[in-house]
């Protein structure tokens, strides 16, 4: 039976808020954001962005982890952590804040768990920051071992293990190495080590019933951090037996997640869930080393036992095997001021909060406000033309999409896609039309505050990819050449965050053959207007040919390939639409001579 649990908390809203300033109140290193509730940064308080002469190393997610992430904030570990609500990724701001906070000119390294949100989040937060200026590299670290070779495009979770990540990252950041060694170092990093979990409990939501999806004497193997139901359910049995199966599980050579043969030197965590003693921990230590030793033929150069990275109040554990050599134990060894590695607590308390730094389009370009011209040039006449073509044409499909979406999805595309049209052709009156690369910004700007779920985001993602393409040519007028590599950009951006590529039943099942065909007319010498509608047409025939694809991402990759043949991917079609409509609207408009 379902039941209360008894927290020590205020307002179940306020756990997160209420943590950090626990948490800078006992460690002086320490500080954070003024920017409750919604900017949620923990930072070294040793570092300002602008001077800092060392690579920042950045990571976070949702809370309920704790202490990660804000607890490895320290020298020689992470700069800063980015912590959104309990099991929630954080918001887009709150990462660029923390961004912005404390990188210099030696950029920064973004360490993300394998999660669809953290995933989109954090990568729409580095393409922003690209924009602006910011050298930023990303890892994403998916250690786990416990589920089969995942299918698609979703890859293995994010764990523990992304706490030695953080480790060895930190302490290359730390030794002066450059933000592509850095980030070499903890990618290698990523790439050997593997873990897996073991729960006696699920956790409790603050201010939420406990669930009681484990029965008396039961334990679930491969539990997510979050609680999401794992491998199997499975009678408790003695530390001994469970620690075997799960070192079997990460050392498989049949599913080879982790490089890891006999004779290897490897590094040993042992991550307690949140509710399990410091005894059970030492004890589940204490069974792994000589099993890895004398039944795996391993060599266990250090051992790490505690609670690390953490689900609330879950109970149980996870190992954390990692494939060693004399580079990642030296990485391991630097000393650190993280407080959770552990270190001491010493120093005198700064001030507790600094203020929320703003972007420097708002500090250095305050005389330079954007909006629409006075007059248009020629530019700007035909992206007025194209925009609002674009947008009428997918409002117009918003039954049609919904319909759709109702029998492959959760029947709201064509509503997400109609806010975000609505909302452009609202703001278009302020849009810098004269400057293209500005107004592909502020189209994005549009979506991103009206569209919610994953396309609100891609979207978003493509357009502040579009952006940056357009911003770094030197020409003053953009030409087709200039927009096919923007859209061949915005592709690519859309394909490494949110994971798809060509076939996978998406929206780039549109774009990319618009983007071949495109380019393929352009190099033929045809003229830009002809060869935009040649290629819009490539952009339709694609989004119609996902009616034969099996879906492997998005909530499409649940449905039966029967129903997926009855209908083509909504998101395909609403790009393709959108793309179609502007380049008729301007070949009509602006005919070749």
């Known amino acids: ?67 990660a992430h804000a607890g490895f904030v320290g020298e020689g570990m992470l700069t800063a952590a980015i912590c959104g609500d309990v099991f929630a990724s954080p918001p887009v701001d709150s990462i660029l804040a923390g961004i912005r906070a404390v990188t210099g000119p030696r950029g920064c390294l973004l360490i993300v768990k394998n999660y669809t949100g953290d995933r989109l989040n954090f990568g729409l937060a580095a393409e922003q920051a690209k924009s602006e200026g910011y050298n930023v590299e990303t890892v994403i670290v998916g250690d786990d071992c416990a589920l089969p070779p995942p299918r698609g495009i979703a890859g293995r979770r994010g764990l523990a293990g992304t706490i030695l990540v953080h480790k060895v990252a930190g302490a290359a950041a730390a030794s002066g190495s450059s933000l592509a060694d850095v980030a070499a170092e903890a990618r290698r990093a990523s790439e050997m080590v593997g873990t897996m979990g073991v729960a006696l409990s699920v956790c409790t939501l603050p201010g939420q019933v406990t669930p009681d999806r484990l029965g008396p004497g039961k334990m679930e193997l491969g539990l997510g951090i979050h609680g999401e139901p794992g491998a199997a359910v499975a009678d408790l049995q003695p530390v001994d037996v469970i620690v075997s199966h799960v070192l079997k599980q990460i050392l498989c050579p049949e599913t080879n997640y982790v490089p890891i043969t006999r004779g290897s030197r490897v590094v040993l965590m042992v991550n307690g869930l949140g509710a399990t003693p410091a005894m059970e921990l030492m004890i589940t230590s204490g069974k792994a080393v000589p099993k890895l030793q004398l039944e795996h033929g391993l060599a266990v150069d250090r051992v790490y036992t505690g609670s690390f990275m953490t689900s609330l109040d879950m109970s ?44 420097p389009s708002h500090s250095t370009k305050i005389d330079e406000p954007l909006g629409r011209p006075a007059q248009l040039n020629e530019q700007g006449r035909i992206l007025e033309v194209a925009i609002e073509a674009a947008a009428n044409a997918v409002q117009n499909l ?15 595309c064509g509503s997400t896609m109609y806010r975000g049209a609505t909302a452009i052709l609202e703001d278009m009156r302020n849009y810098p039309l004269n400057d293209a690369a ?21 979207y978003t993602i493509f357009c502040k990819a579009a952006y940056a393409q357009l ?61 935009f509608v040649l290629s819009s047409e490539a952009a339709v025939a694609g989004a119609e040919s996902t009616k034969h694809m099996q879906a492997q991402a998005g909530r499409s990759s649940y449905v039966s390939g029967e129903i997926l043949a009855s209908v083509p991917d909504p998101g395909a079609m609403a790009a393709a639409s959108w793309y179609k409509a502007a380049a008729l609207a301007v070949k009509e408009k602006y005919p070749a001579p």
């Open 438 to 458: 500005e107004t592909v910004n502020e189209i994005g700007a549009s979506v991103r505050r009206v569209m919610g779920g994953t396309s609100g985001i891609l």
């Open 398 to 412: 918003r039954d049609e999409l919904n319909d759709w979406d109702s029998k492959v999805g959760d029947g709201d």
């Open 471 to 531: 911003k770094a040519s030197t020409q003053s007028v953009v030409t087709s050449k200039n927009w096919a590599e923007a859209l061949e950009a915005s592709i690519a951006a859309v394909s490494k965050y949110g994971g798809a590529s060509a076939g996978y039943r998406t929206l780039l099942d549109a774009l990319i053959p618009a983007s071949a065909v495109l380019q393929e007319r352009l190099n033929a010498g045809d003229d830009p207007a002809t060869a």
């Open 316 to 359: 149980g554990f996870s190992i954390s095997i990692m494939k060693a050599d004399q580079a990642i134990l030296q990485r391991l060894d630097a000393p650190t001021k993280a407080p959770y590695w552990p270190v001491g607590v010493d120093g005198n308390h700064p001030p507790a909060k600094i203020p929320v730094p703003l972007p």
């Open 1 to 67: 039976m379902a039941f209360q649990d008894k927290k020590l908390i205020n307002n179940p809203n306020d756990v997160v808020t209420e943590f950090i300033e626990g948490l800078v109140e006992t460690y002086p290193g320490l500080q954070y954001l003024d920017g409750f509730p919604q900017v949620k940064v923990v930072l070294r308080a040793d570092v300002s962005g602008g001077s800092y002469d060392k690579v920042a190393v950045i990571s976070g997610g949702g809370s309920g982890h704790e202490p």
